[in-house]
């Protein structure tokens, strides 16, 4: 049984930086790739990172230079480093596995930044 939990979500203005986190449980996360997502309200969801299990990451144009994906697999977590934010990284964050071709969502983590 999969799970995937986040936290570290909240409110910074523009130009701040927050840290989302990703626990998995229930897979073996050192072989899985995670990606991290985000959904603003009335936009599709977007890739946003990811990385895979050898460390290897690619990351969306609007958040290149900006946002650090990274994980620890001692602790079975996903990081996502996002520093320079503005106000269009408003969204909710959700992390992402594709195992045995299955999607696994986490339960989403809102990040607002101010104007």
């Known amino acids: 049984q999969v799970q995937l939990v986040e936290s570290g979500g909240g409110l910074v203005q523009t130009g701040g930086s927050l840290r989302l986190s990703c626990a998995a449980s229930?897979?073996?996360?050192?072989?899985?790739?995670m990606n991290w997502y985000r959904q603003a309200p009335g936009k599709q969801r977007e890739l946003v990172a990811t990385i895979n299990s050898v460390g290897s990451t690619n990351y969306a144009d609007s958040v290149k230079g900006r946002f650090t994906i990274s994980r620890d697999n001692a602790k079975n977590t996903v990081y996502l480093q996002m520093n320079s934010l503005k106000p269009e990284d408003t969204a909710v964050y959700y992390c992402?596995?594709?195992?045995?071709?299955?999607?696994?969502w986490g339960q989403g983590t809102q990040v607002t930044v101010s104007s």
């Open positions: 229930g897979t073996i996360f050192s072989i899985n790739t």
């Open positions: 992402h596995s594709l195992i045995r071709y299955y999607n696994y």
